[in-house]
C-alpha cells in the first residue's frame, strides 16, 4: 500500500504534543535507558517497540477499567489500549529525534463483522537506514496475535480481512486522531469503554 503522510515535513512527526509528552521525566528517562545499548537507530526503534509491546500490558487483556491517554500515563500505570500505547511507542520514538506518526485500521470488534467495527491504532516510523516508513503494532501479543519487528515485511497484530471490509487507512497522522482520543477522554470505565465506546471509522 502506498502510505500518503499528513505532512511532507518530518519536523511535524517529531513534535511533542498534550499525549505525546516526551520531555516528561519518566520518558526522558526510559528512552535514555533503552537507547544506551542500542548500536544504532534500527536497535533502538526495535528495542522501544518491544518494550511498548511486551512490558506494557493492554487494558483489556487484563481487565483493566483504567484509562490512561498521555504517554508518561501509559508508561507509569504500564497499561493501555491501543490508542493509549501508540501514543507511548510515539514518544519514545520522538525523543530520540525518531519521526514517528499514527496509522489506523478498521477491524471487526470480534471475530466477525455482526459483532461491529471499531478503530484500531498503531505506529509508523521513518528510519533513515532504508530510507522508507514502516508500520509497528506494539497492541501487544497473545494466542492468534503476533505482531514483530520486520524491515522485509510487516508483521501486524491484525492482518486486514478484505471479505469483512476491513481496512487500511493509509495516512500518517502527524498526531492521534481526534475520535480516538475523544473516546478516551469522554469514559471512565475502561471496559465498558471497550466495548460500547471506541469510534467505528475514522
Known amino acids: 500500500m502506498n502510505w500518503i503522510c499528513?505532512?511532507?515535513a518530518f519536523g511535524d512527526y517529531l513534535e511533542e504534543s498534550e499525549e505525546v509528552d516526551y520531555t516528561h521525566p519518566l520518558i526522558t528517562a526510559k528512552a535514555a535507558e533503552l537507547y544506551s545499548p542500542s548500536a544504532n537507530e534500527t536497535a533502538y526503534v526495535k528495542s522501544a517497540f518491544e518494550y511498548v509491546r511486551d512490558?506494557?500490558?493492554?487494558?483489556w487483556d487484563i481487565q483493566s477499567s483504567r484509562i490512561t491517554r498521555k504517554a508518561s500515563e501509559v508508561l507509569f500505570f504500564r497499561e493501555g489500549i491501543c490508542y493509549a500505547?501508540?501514543?507511548?511507542?510515539?514518544?519514545?520514538?520522538?525523543?530520540q529525534g525518531i519521526p514517528?506518526?499514527?496509522?489506523?485500521?478498521r477491524l471487526?470488534?470480534?471475530?466477525?463483522?455482526?459483532?461491529g467495527y471499531v478503530i484500531h491504532a498503531l505506529n509508523a516510523v521513518y528510519l533513515k537506514s532504508i530510507s522508507k516508513w514502516i508500520r509497528l503494532d506494539a497492541r501487544g501479543n497473545k494466542c492468534g496475535v503476533d505482531a514483530q519487528f520486520s524491515l522485509?515485511?510487516?508483521?501486524?497484530?491484525?492482518?486486514?480481512?478484505?471479505?469483512y471490509e476491513e481496512m487500511d487507512y493509509p495516512v500518517i497522522y502527524k498526531t492521534p486522531h481526534a475520535k480516538t482520543m475523544d473516546a478516551l477522554l469522554r469514559h471512565s470505565d475502561g471496559l465498558k469503554m471497550y466495548l460500547h465506546g471506541l469510534p467505528s471509522e475514522l
Request: proline content about 4%; overall charge positive; charged content about 30%.
Open 55 to 59: 512490558r506494557i500490558s493492554h487494558s
Open 6 to 8: 499528513e505532512s511532507q
Open 100 to 105: 514517528a506518526g499514527f496509522c489506523y485500521q
Open 85 to 95: 500505547k501508540s501514543n507511548l511507542l510515539c514518544a519514545l520514538l520522538r525523543r
Open 152 to 163: 522485509q515485511e510487516e508483521k501486524l497484530a491484525f492482518p486486514i480481512r478484505k471479505r
Open 108 to 115: 471487526t470488534l470480534g471475530d466477525t463483522p455482526d459483532t
